[in-house]
């Protein structure tokens, strides 16, 4: 079998370093943006310190696009923060994902939800430009990441999200539902919407569609 993704998480030791080479520590208050429009890198990041345990992080809501829009001072260069020596009281990532074979069990399994956060036609194999085979997940549902989004790239309302994501998960338990994107980095984005909505985050797969169509499952 074909093992990991596109975007595999790094190791979680070097993980724990390369914070510390940031000027992140344990009680840092961090605020991470991109320059996505969508905040799909940032969402990545956010899980990824969540993960690891940080407890004051959170994401620009717009990026950089909604900094400049609302004349928010910016600057141009380089700046960095003092290292620190990032201390963790846990031995691996914390937030819950799942495994191709978890997948492919939970495939074959109504109790389970799993949701695929990428755009329509690419879910529906009518388009595929990144990955070599094109479809979907055997009973994955499709909500694309960017329906979490208003018209002005802004994340909807708490109210309209926990709604929108009531009807999808037809009271599945966190446990039973699965998100995955193309390689683990927007379907971050939705987990954090969920977040953002005041549900427990439920679990990622990681690989996604990047690994598991590589396999012949």
């Excluded at 620190?84 to 492919?104: A, C, F, H, M, R």
């Excluded at 338990?173 to 998100?179: H, L, R, S, V």
Aim: net charge negative; charged share 25%; with cysteine.
């Amino acid at each position: 079998a074909a093992g990991g993704g596109r975007h595999p998480l790094p190791d979680f030791s070097v993980f724990i370093k390369t914070l510390g080479k940031l000027g992140i520590d344990s009680d840092s208050d961090v605020v991470i943006y991109d320059d996505k429009n969508g905040a799909n890198a940032a969402a990545r990041f956010w899980w990824m310190l969540k993960a690891v345990g940080q407890k004051n992080v959170r994401v620009l809501n717009g990026g950089l696009q909604f900094a400049e829009t609302e004349d928010y001072p910016v600057e141009s260069g380089d700046y960095s923060y003092p290292e620190t020596n990032y201390t963790s009281q846990i031995e691996g990532w914390q937030l819950p994902q799942v495994d191709l074979d978890k997948v492919k069990s939970a495939s074959e399994n109504p109790d389970f939800l799993i949701v695929d956060v990428r755009e329509s036609q690419r879910y529906q194999g009518i388009t595929e430009p990144i990955d070599l085979v094109a479809g979907h997940i055997p009973n994955a549902e499709n909500f694309p990441f960017s329906d979490n989004l208003d018209e002005n790239g802004l994340f909807k309302s708490p109210e309209i999200l926990n709604q929108n994501y009531k009807e999808l998960f037809q009271n599945k338990k966190p446990e039973n539902i699965i998100f995955h994107c193309g390689s683990g980095v927007t379907a971050c984005h939705s987990l954090l919407a969920l977040d953002y909505a005041g549900f427990e985050i439920p679990n990622l797969y990681v690989g996604s569609w990047s690994e598991w169509s590589r396999n012949e499952i």
